[in-house]
Nanobody, 122 residues
Framework: QVQLVESGGGLVQAGGSLRLSCATS????????MGWFRQAPGKEREFVAS?????GSTSYADSVKGRFTISRDNTINLQMNSLKPDDTAVYYC??????????????????WGQGTQVTVSS
């Protein structure tokens, strides 16, 4: 079992930036694809971004391309710029089933973090 600990959420005005981080409690990041999903009130949990086990390839939802950047070192990070009210959601860190090959749907997720709230005011 891998425990994921997210940090960095908060309240920001539209156009602002936030940086989310996700660490694995007490151990190094697994050699698996990792990423972020989000869930807004009344909506399904949706894919945001993913990065392969070695950081060599990334993938983004169309709604965040050009604004969000995912990276990994000792943590998985999501730099969110030009934030919009539509980005308001609980953001979840996720560990995939494999080192690469995709992490775009919930059935591809092995472990979830507990979530961190991001609120963007207009």
């Amino acid at each position: 079992q891998v425990q994921l600990v997210e940090s960095g959420g908060g309240l920001v005005q539209a156009g602002g930036s936030l940086r989310l981080s996700c660490a694995t409690s007490g151990r190094a990041l697994p050699n698996l694809e990792m990423g972020w999903f989000r869930q807004a009130p009344g909506k399904e949990r949706e894919f945001v971004a993913s990065i392969t086990y070695n950081g060599g390839s990334t993938s983004y939802a169309d709604s965040v391309k050009g604004r969000f950047t995912i990276s990994r070192d000792n943590t998985i990070n999501l730099q969110m710029n030009s934030l919009k009210p539509d980005d308001t959601a609980v953001y979840y860190c996720a560990v995939g089933l494999y080192g690469r090959g995709g992490l775009s749907t919930r059935d591809m997720v092995r472990y979830w973090g507990q979530g961190t709230q991001v609120t963007v005011s207009s």
